[in-house]
């Protein structure tokens, strides 16, 4: 069989599934050990019987155990960067980039070219903390964790891509209450305890990284109400939270941060996902 009948005999199967087409082509890139434009060039060649093995083996975790491809092929892309993943991390989603981007956006706004300390709370994979490091050598970071194998792929990430973070294990911000920061960024976990969440999501994903309390806000008000001990007179806060939630979120910053600019900005499907906190700027952008 050609890789060309093979791909689509497969992303087939996907679509009678419900699953997405996508995963097969990145599972068959994987497995097959190529990059996109080798692939193509190969699409006319037979496929190898070693690719058609180990793809089948782990075709089958992605069809009938439920298994996300990031898992089974143990990376997922977040900022054009290769993380590591699996069970003990939340796979990198698109709306978290568009966080890292305007606080990337902000620094350039606010502090630009000067250093500035970072923190990141509940780093998880590292995306967050490692993709500020590399993009913005002017940023100092470090980041905090509750889970020790979380840090443990986040440690591999920094060191895999080269990324200058210092990591620290313990509830939210309880590591770094010694240390004064110009920003702080955050993606808690904020889905309601009773909210349904697609099984692919709660059956793999650590659920200690998913759910924020009875409400969703139960680490935003941890967070917030510690977060003057640490901020420095001018600093940002940005944070990610549920589309649903606005309100709720900007009402906690304002309690905390009274004298503040408090906004909130959608993502790139129109949703309330980032808010932020901008204190002891004159110059308001």
């Not at 994979?125 to 500020?132: E, F, V």
């Not at 998913?210 to 806000?217: A, H, I, R, V, Y």
């Not at 009402?251 to 993502?267: H, L, S, V, W």
């Amino acid at each position: 069989m050609k890789y060309k009948e093979f791909l689509e005999k497969y992303q087939t199967q996907a679509v009678e599934r419900g699953l997405e087409e996508s995963a097969i082509l990145l599972l068959l890139l994987h497995e097959s050990k190529l990059s996109s434009a080798e692939l193509y060039l190969k699409m006319n060649d037979q496929i190898e019987q070693n690719v058609i093995d180990s793809f089948e083996e782990d075709v089958k975790k992605y069809f009938n155990d439920n298994v996300p491809i990031q898992y089974i092929i143990g990376t997922s892309c977040f900022y054009g960067y290769d993380f590591n993943v699996n069970e003990n991390v939340l796979i990198p989603r698109y709306e978290t980039e568009e966080l890292v981007e305007n606080v990337l956006f902000l620094y350039d706004d606010y502090f630009k070219p000067n250093d500035v300390d970072v923190v990141d709370i509940g780093t998880g994979s590292g995306c967050i903390s490692c993709t500020l490091a590399l993009e913005e050598p002017h940023m100092h970071v470090c980041a905090t964790d509750i889970s020790f194998e979380a840090l443990g792929v986040a440690r591999e990430n920094a060191l895999k891509l080269d990324a200058k973070v210092d990591f620290y294990q313990g509830n939210m911000l309880e590591p770094v209450m010694d240390k004064k920061f110009d920003i702080l960024v955050s993606n808690p976990p904020y889905i309601p305890a009773s909210e349904n969440v697609d099984p692919l999501v709660k059956d793999n994903e650590p659920n200690i990284a998913l759910f924020g309390g009875d409400d969703g806000l139960k680490f935003y008000h941890i967070i917030l109400s510690n977060a003057p001990k640490i901020m420095k007179d001018k600093c940002i806060l940005g944070f990610e939270h549920g589309y649903n939630k606005t309100q709720e979120i900007e009402a906690i910053c304002k309690e905390y941060f009274p004298d503040a600019r408090i906004y909130t900005k959608k993502d790139l499907q129109g949703r309330d996902r980032m808010t932020f906190v901008i204190r002891g700027f004159n110059n308001e952008k």
